[in-house]
């Protein structure tokens, strides 16, 4: 019999960074692996918490406000940004959702300040004064084994995101605004580290990539097909919503 697998989740700065109900990402990220089997652990590292660069298969920072965000990115660079290169360097996923994201990055700059990133993603970026980019977003993703796939999910950020030149997009904007309504990107990645501004939230909106992290945090293992009538219509609807 084949070995009992677990997926262990680290949410990072849960009580803050979760703006958009980003806690439905979690939650489905739990459901998934609990409806096939597999152990599903959650454990939380807010501020002043140590973080333990073994203690998970996947990282996770959700969206917030900048006043939130100014609260967590000294801590964060401070005090988790050498477990998280650790962990990202030994293979595991981070995946930051929109305030999230962009402090993964080198920097997000509001203004006269500077909030400091962690740089585990070779972006940077400024809120602009111009208008917040909101509204349904969809964009096609470049990610082993599911290039040409669609996430759908909507957007609500200041920031204008910049990719330098070590950090792909984690896709290309098929409607909506992406990174900085610019240059039709949206998100990043550099090998497991993943940054996106799609809310939604993104997962139960996006069943497939819910499981294609699952599958990576796990090797790429192989799922059990789950019965995804309700996750196929949400998507469905992200999309019409998007209109891709
Ligand atoms: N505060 C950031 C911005 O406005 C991120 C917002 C968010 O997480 N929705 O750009």
């Given at each position: 019999m084949a070995e009992p697998r677990t997926m262990r989740v680290c949410a990072l700065y849960p009580d803050l960074m979760n703006i958009y109900a980003d806690r439905g990402n979690l939650l489905m990220l739990r459901r998934r692996c609990e409806w096939r089997g597999i152990g599903f652990e959650l454990t939380g590292?807010?501020?002043?918490?140590?973080?333990?660069?073994?203690?998970?298969?996947?990282?996770?920072?959700?969206?917030?406000?900048?006043?939130?965000?100014?609260?967590?990115?000294?801590?964060?660079?401070?005090?988790?940004?050498?477990?998280?290169?650790?962990?990202?360097?030994?293979?595991?996923?981070?995946?930051?959702?929109?305030?999230?994201?962009?402090?993964?990055?080198?920097?997000?700059?509001?203004?006269?300040?500077?909030?400091?990133?962690?740089?585990?993603?070779?972006?940077?970026?400024?809120?602009?004064?111009?208008?917040?980019?909101?509204?349904?977003?969809?964009?096609?993703?470049?990610?082993?084994?599911?290039?040409?796939?669609?996430?759908a999910g909507f957007e609500n950020h200041a920031g204008r995101t910049q990719l330098g030149e070590t950090a792909q997009p984690l896709g290309r904007v098929l409607s909506g605004h992406g990174n900085n309504d610019l240059d039709g990107r949206e998100g990043a990645r550099h090998g497991n580290v993943i940054g996106t501004y799609l809310h939604g939230p993104l997962l139960p909106k996006n069943a497939w990539f819910a499981d294609w992290l699952i599958s990576t945090s796990l090797g790429g293992s192989e799922l059990e097909p789950i019965d995804d009538e309700l996750e196929q219509l949400a998507h469905a609807d992200a999309r019409r919503a998007a209109g891709v």
């Open positions: 590292a807010g501020i002043g918490d140590p973080l333990d660069p073994h203690g998970a298969d996947l990282y996770y920072m959700g969206g917030g406000q900048d006043r939130d965000q100014e609260l967590c990115a000294g801590d964060l660079f401070e005090h988790k940004r050498a477990a998280l290169s650790a962990a990202a360097e030994r293979g595991a996923l981070v995946l930051g959702v929109c305030g999230g994201y962009q402090l993964l990055g080198h920097a997000y700059q509001l203004g006269e300040e500077e909030l400091p990133g962690i740089g585990l993603l070779d972006i940077r970026t400024v809120r602009s004064d111009g208008p917040r980019l909101i509204g349904n977003v969809g964009i096609e993703v470049d990610l082993p084994g599911a290039t040409g796939r669609v996430l």
